[in-house]
C-alpha cells in the first residue's frame, strides 16, 4: 500500500527533479517535425500499428516512454534515456560505448534494440508497439546533451538559477531553453514550433545540413548510427552546455545570456533529430518492404524447411 501511494505521488509530480529528457514540449515537437518528412507508407505503417490515424499519431506517444520508466512493468527502462559519457567536460568531451554504456543498458543500446525488434516482424503487436514508442522518444533523448553525459548525473546534481528559481542544470536544458524560445509548453505550442522548424529545413537556414544530418544513415547499423548521435550531442556538453565550466552555470543565472547562446543548439539540435526520425522511420519501413519482397519471391532452397 505505502508502495502503491508512493508511486501515484511521483507520478503526480509535474517535474520529478531527475526526470531527465528533453521536457514534453521537446519531444512533441521532435514528433511533429518527423510526422511532416516521413513517407505515406510509413505514415500509414506507424498509423496502423499505433492505432491513431490522426495527425498526432508520433506527437500523442513521444513522452509515453518517460511515464513507462517509472511504472514496475518499465522500470528497467530507465538506464535507456542516456548514455553516461565518463569524460571530463569542458576540457575533452567524447563517447565510448564500451566504457559509457553498462551492462542494464543505455540510450545507444536501446536505440539498437528497439529497431532491432522493429525489423523483427514476427514479434507480437504489443512489442513492436513499445519499441515505436521508444524510438520516437530516444531518438529526441539522444539530442539532448546532457543525455549523453555523465558529470554530476547529466547536470542533474548542478544547482543552477534560471530567472531567480532554484533549478538543476539537466532541467534547464530539457525545458526551460525550450520553452525560452516557444514561450509554452503545450502540444500545440509544440505543433507552430515544428512548422516553423521544418521550414527551416526545407527551405531556410537549415537547408543546406539536412542532407549530412542523415549522410549514410542505415537502420541495420543502428548501434554505429545512434553512436554518431550520442557522440556529436555529448560534443555540445563542452563547447556550449559547460563552455565555461561548471562554476560559471553555478554564479549565473541561466536565463540571460547563457539562454541566448543555447537557443541555437536546442534548435539545431530539436530539428536535426526530428529529421532523422523520420529518416530512421522511413529506413524501418523500407526494409520490412524489402523483407517481405525477399520472401515472396526468394525461390526456396532445396532442404530449407518453414
Ligand atoms: C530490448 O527490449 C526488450 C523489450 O522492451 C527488453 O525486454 C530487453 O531487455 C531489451 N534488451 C536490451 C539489450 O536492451
Ligand atoms: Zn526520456
Given at each position: 500500500?505505502?508502495?502503491?501511494?508512493?508511486?501515484?505521488?511521483?507520478?503526480?509530480?509535474?517535474?520529478?527533479?531527475?526526470?531527465?529528457?528533453?521536457?514534453?514540449?521537446?519531444?512533441?515537437?521532435?514528433?511533429?517535425?518527423?510526422?511532416?518528412?516521413?513517407?505515406?507508407?510509413?505514415?500509414?505503417?506507424?498509423?496502423?500499428?499505433?492505432?491513431?490515424?490522426?495527425?498526432?499519431?508520433?506527437?500523442?506517444?513521444?513522452?509515453?516512454?518517460?511515464?513507462?520508466?517509472?511504472?514496475?512493468?518499465?522500470?528497467?527502462?530507465?538506464?535507456?534515456?542516456?548514455?553516461?559519457?565518463?569524460?571530463?567536460?569542458?576540457?575533452?568531451?567524447?563517447?565510448?560505448?564500451?566504457?559509457?554504456?553498462?551492462?542494464?543498458?543505455?540510450?545507444?543500446?536501446?536505440?539498437a534494440n528497439y529497431t532491432n525488434i522493429m525489423l523483427t516482424p514476427?514479434?507480437?503487436?504489443?512489442?513492436?508497439?513499445?519499441?515505436?514508442?521508444?524510438?520516437?522518444?530516444?531518438?529526441?533523448?539522444?539530442?539532448?546533451?546532457?543525455?549523453?553525459?555523465?558529470?554530476?548525473?547529466?547536470?542533474?546534481?548542478?544547482?543552477?538559477?534560471?530567472?531567480?528559481?532554484?533549478?538543476?542544470?539537466?532541467?534547464?536544458?530539457?525545458?526551460?531553453?525550450?520553452?525560452?524560445?516557444?514561450?509554452?509548453?503545450?502540444?500545440?505550442?509544440?505543433?507552430?514550433?515544428?512548422?516553423?522548424?521544418?521550414?527551416?529545413?526545407?527551405?531556410?537556414?537549415?537547408?543546406?545540413?539536412?542532407?549530412?544530418?542523415?549522410?549514410?544513415?542505415?537502420?541495420?547499423?543502428?548501434?554505429?548510427?545512434?553512436?554518431?548521435?550520442?557522440?556529436?550531442?555529448?560534443?555540445?556538453?563542452?563547447?556550449?552546455?559547460?563552455?565555461?565550466?561548471?562554476?560559471?552555470?553555478?554564479?549565473?543565472?541561466?536565463?540571460?545570456?547563457?539562454?541566448?547562446?543555447?537557443?541555437?543548439?536546442?534548435?539545431?539540435?530539436?530539428?536535426?533529430?526530428?529529421?532523422?526520425?523520420?529518416?530512421?522511420?522511413?529506413?524501418?519501413?523500407?526494409?520490412?518492404?524489402?523483407?517481405?519482397?525477399?520472401?515472396?519471391?526468394?525461390?526456396?532452397?532445396?532442404?530449407?524447411?518453414?
Amino acid at each position: 500500500m505505502a508502495q502503491k501511494l508512493t508511486n501515484v505521488a511521483l507520478l503526480a509530480l509535474p517535474a520529478l527533479p531527475l526526470a531527465g529528457a528533453w521536457g514534453s514540449m521537446g519531444h512533441y515537437t521532435i514528433a511533429y517535425i518527423a510526422t511532416s518528412f516521413v513517407s505515406s507508407d510509413t505514415q500509414a505503417y506507424f498509423q496502423d500499428l499505433l492505432g491513431d490515424t490522426s495527425s498526432d499519431y508520433l506527437a500523442n506517444v513521444a513522452t509515453w516512454a518517460d511515464s513507462w520508466r517509472y511504472t514496475d512493468e518499465g522500470g528497467f527502462s530507465k538506464p535507456f534515456h542516456y548514455i553516461d559519457a565518463m569524460d571530463d567536460p569542458p576540457s575533452s568531451c567524447d563517447v565510448d560505448f564500451e566504457r559509457d554504456c553498462p551492462e542494464e543498458g543505455c540510450i545507444v543500446s536501446a536505440i539498437a534494440n528497439y529497431t532491432n525488434i522493429m525489423l523483427t516482424p514476427s514479434e507480437s503487436t504489443a512489442s513492436l508497439e513499445v519499441a515505436a514508442k521508444m524510438l520516437v522518444h530516444f531518438l529526441g533523448d539522444i539530442g539532448q546533451p546532457l543525455h549523453c553525459e555523465n558529470l554530476e548525473l547529466g547536470g542533474n546534481g548542478i544547482d543552477v538559477t534560471y530567472d531567480g528559481e532554484d533549478t538543476n542544470l539537466h532541467s534547464v536544458w530539457d525545458s526551460d531553453i525550450p520553452e525560452s524560445i516557444t514561450d509554452g509548453s503545450s502540444q500545440s505550442v509544440a505543433r507552430t514550433w515544428a512548422s516553423s522548424l521544418v521550414s527551416a529545413i526545407e527551405t531556410g537556414g537549415y537547408a543546406d545540413l539536412a542532407g549530412d544530418w542523415v549522410e549514410g544513415m542505415d537502420v541495420t547499423e543502428s548501434q554505429d548510427q545512434a553512436m554518431i548521435w550520442a557522440t556529436e550531442s555529448n560534443e555540445y556538453v563542452c563547447t556550449a552546455v559547460l563552455v565555461d565550466g561548471v562554476q560559471h552555470v553555478e554564479s549565473t543565472d541561466l536565463a540571460g545570456d547563457y539562454t541566448d547562446d543555447a537557443q541555437p543548439v536546442v534548435k539545431v539540435q530539436v530539428a536535426k533529430q526530428g529529421y532523422r526520425l523520420a529518416k530512421w522511420l522511413d529506413g524501418i519501413v523500407e526494409e520490412l518492404s524489402k523483407g517481405k519482397g525477399r520472401s515472396k519471391c526468394k525461390p526456396r532452397g532445396k532442404g530449407e524447411e518453414f
